[in-house]
């Protein structure tokens, strides 16, 4: 018996089908540094966009606090105070805020109206004026009221009309 002597394969073809293996690894190679530029990329921009919308909800909080402070302007509260110190927790609430802008009342008074006092409502007490009693004249409105009345309404209060120059 005689061994069979296994064909070696002809150097012609492997070097192509090493060259198309090579070419491949290359696409590859290429495709994956394009990939990770996209990564990069899109990371870049939603850490970008969630810096963003951070700012965005802090100044917003800002704001309507600085309207539940009795800001005359709230938007120029904002404006004046620096935020930069102001996070965000895990539950998305601002943290530091509140002294912030108790600092800011303090320093900046005349941007908060006075403090009033709290309403009935708020302290259990209703208590008001007298009701009007069912006979009180009606207000005296000037945009409806002819001369006559204008003349009655001016000689009850003590006035003379028509003035005299």
Not at 64 to 80: F, I, N, Q, S, Y
Not at 103 to 120: C, I, K
Request: glycine letters at 6%.
């Amino acid at each position: 018996m005689t061994a069979s002597v296994p064909q070696s394969p002809n150097p012609e073809t492997l070097r192509h089908e090493m060259d198309a293996l090579r070419a491949e690894r290359d696409a590859a190679v290429a495709a994956r540094a394009t990939l990770e530029a996209d990564l990069a990329r899109a990371t870049e921009q939603a850490t970008t966009a969630r810096t963003r919308a951070s700012r965005a909800v802090i100044r917003a909080e800002a704001r309507a606090m600085a309207a539940r402070m009795g800001a005359v302007e709230p938007a120029d509260v904002v404006r004046l105070v620096d935020l930069s110190t102001v996070t965000l927790a895990e539950d998305g609430t601002p943290q530091g805020l509140d002294s912030l802008m108790e600092a800011a009342r303090e320093s900046r008074a005349y941007l908060f109206t006075p403090a009033q006092p709290a309403s009935g409502a708020a302290t259990g007490t209703t208590a008001a004026g007298p009701a009007p009693r069912a006979g009180d004249p009606t207000p005296f409105d000037a945009r409806t009221a002819g001369a006559r009345d204008v003349k009655a309404a001016a000689s009850a209060a003590g006035l003379r009309w028509p003035v005299a120059n």
